[in-house]
């Protein structure tokens, strides 16, 4: 067996260090909504980073595709926080 982690465990250990990044930027006395604007505008500026380099843009096909592959992570962690919170299934 490997010792090393899978895409799965590797994700999911990333989204752990952003999320600790989160709370501490949270401790240090800035307000939840701005830390996580903060977050959501650095996920998009590496989202656009990814497409188009560091001088260009997304036009409004890239916009929408970043924005449903946002939506689909969303949906993501949705279900598997509804799976491990309500295991029944029931809303």
């Known amino acids: 067996m490997s010792d090393k982690?899978?895409?799965?465990?590797?994700?999911?250990n990333?989204?752990?260090q952003f999320v600790a990044v989160a709370?501490?930027?949270?401790?240090?006395?800035?307000h939840t909504d701005l830390v996580n604007t903060a977050f959501m505008l650095a996920s998009a500026?590496?989202?656009?980073?990814?497409?188009?380099?560091?001088?260009g843009y997304l036009k409004e096909s890239g916009v929408r595709k970043?924005?449903?592959a946002y939506?689909?992570?969303?949906?993501?962690?949705?279900n598997?926080?509804?799976a491990q919170?309500?295991?029944d299934g029931k809303d």
């Open 5 to 12: 982690p899978n895409r799965d465990e590797q994700i999911l």
């Open 14 to 16: 990333m989204v752990d």
């Open 23 to 30: 709370n501490r930027l949270k401790d240090e006395g800035n």
């Open 45 to 55: 500026q590496y989202a656009t980073f990814l497409a188009v380099g560091n001088t």
């Open 66 to 68: 970043v924005a449903k």
């Open 71 to 78: 939506e689909q992570n969303l949906q993501l962690l949705q």
């Open 80 to 82: 598997l926080k509804k």
């Open 85 to 87: 919170h309500n295991p």
